[in-house]
């Protein structure tokens, strides 16, 4: 069984960049995606970013294309999310996930989630 913890989450302006990271233990051989999710209040979660952990392949919501790059370390088990030129609509509790399918994270669905990290970004 897989668990993901979450780091890296804080207050930053808008315009600055924050690194989140995942830290996976344990192993599933399903989850062949590695995924960041996020939720705002009062909104649902939705997908931001995902990897093939089997290479490089990332994959982008628009509204984060350009601006954030999801990566993964697989040898030590970290995905990570830099975020850059961050927005206050960025705001949100930010979630590492494993999934198997990109059309399965893209509705939402995830084998595995972590218990996310808070990023709030200010005018």
């Known amino acids: 069984q897989v668990q993901l913890v979450e780091s890296g989450g804080g207050s930053v302006e808008a315009g600055g960049s924050l690194r989140l990271s995942c830290a996976a233990s344990?192993?599933?051989?399903?989850?062949?995606?590695m995924a960041w999710f996020r939720q705002a209040p009062g909104k649902e979660r939705t997908w931001v970013a995902a990897?093939?952990?089997?290479?490089?392949?990332?994959y982008y919501d628009d509204s984060v294309k350009g601006r954030f790059t999801i990566s993964h370390d697989k040898s030590n088990k970290m995905l990570f999310l830099q975020m850059n030129s961050l927005k206050p609509e960025d705001s949100a509790v930010y979630y590492c996930?494993?999934?198997?399918?990109?059309?399965?994270?893209?509705?939402?669905?995830?084998?595995?989630w972590g218990k996310g990290t808070q990023v709030t970004v200010s005018t």
């Open positions: 990897i093939w952990t089997h290479g490089v392949t990332a």
């Open positions: 344990g192993y599933d051989s399903s989850s062949v995606f």
């Open positions: 996930a494993a999934g198997i399918s990109m059309p399965a994270l893209r509705r939402g669905a995830a084998n595995t």
